[in-house]
């Protein structure tokens, strides 16, 4: 309705507007607003966000050695806690992983309160960045044996969370979340967008790049030290 509007004024001020002004003015926003109105449809979200999903693998209901869940603040949080325990459900694994500063911690406490056993819960909460949530998973987990994950984060943020958990010495199982259908398109595509970004600059300081067995199995010294100072790890109850 906003953008009806906004093309209907733009008419009524090219018709009463001289030729001049129109050439000047009124022609350069009319494109300006053309550009802006196609970049936060539906259409230019639905296609972004294919771009993300096109090069992933698709999940075959494999079985795996842990369930893993990215944070993305708490408005994500419902939407994966009913994944995780649909897949817990299916005994796709048996254990799951929270990771985030601070969605670890309340995501472990949704899925208990929706009859998970604590035994099978635990978390880290300290990663601030999508590479910190595979740096610091691989370190708690790879020394369990923990090789094959499912890897649940919302559908933009995939592309860039499999390349960095992958580096960190996963074979990782995509499984999506979708963003909140309240989520205006604008909201949408500038977090679409922002990953675009991401993969760039995460690619160009090579951060992507594969981790060494000796590295994973012994974890620098700057995260141990972190996981000590700050008690990182959460786990059910």
């Not at 994944?83 to 309340?106: C, E, N, T, Y």
């Not at 590295?215 to 000590?228: D, G, S, Y």
């Amino acid at each position: 309705m906003e953008a009806l509007i906004l093309l209907t004024l733009i008419g009524i001020f090219w018709l009463i507007s001289s030729r001049r002004w129109r050439r000047r003015v009124i022609k350069p926003m009319t494109v300006l607003v053309l550009a802006g109105l196609l970049v936060t449809s539906p259409w230019m979200a639905q296609l972004a966000t294919w771009g993300l999903t096109i090069p992933l693998p698709l999940d075959k209901g494999d079985r795996t050695d842990a369930i893993i869940v990215l944070g993305r603040g708490e408005e994500l949080q419902g939407h994966r806690v009913d994944q995780i325990h649909k897949l817990w459900q299916a005994d796709r694994a048996p254990r799951v992983f929270a990771s985030g500063m601070m969605d670890a911690r309340p995501i472990i406490e949704r899925l208990q309160q929706k009859g998970l056993p604590g035994s099978i819960l635990s978390g880290e909460e300290c990663s601030q960045t999508t590479e910190e949530n595979a740096l610091y998973t691989a370190a708690i987990l790879y020394p369990h044996d923990v090789r094959k994950i499912i890897l649940l984060t919302d559908t933009p943020h995939m592309l860039r969370s499999f390349l960095l958990f992958r580096s960190a010495g996963f074979t990782v199982i995509p499984h999506f979340s979708p963003l909140p259908d309240k989520w205006s398109s604008l909201q949408q595509i500038t977090v679409i967008f922002r990953e675009y970004i991401g993969l760039v600059q995460y690619a160009l300081t090579g951060r992507f790049k594969q981790r060494s067995i000796a590295e994973l199995k012994h974890p620098p010294a700057a995260i141990l030290e972190k996981f000590t100072e700050w008690n990182c790890q959460v786990r059910g109850v």
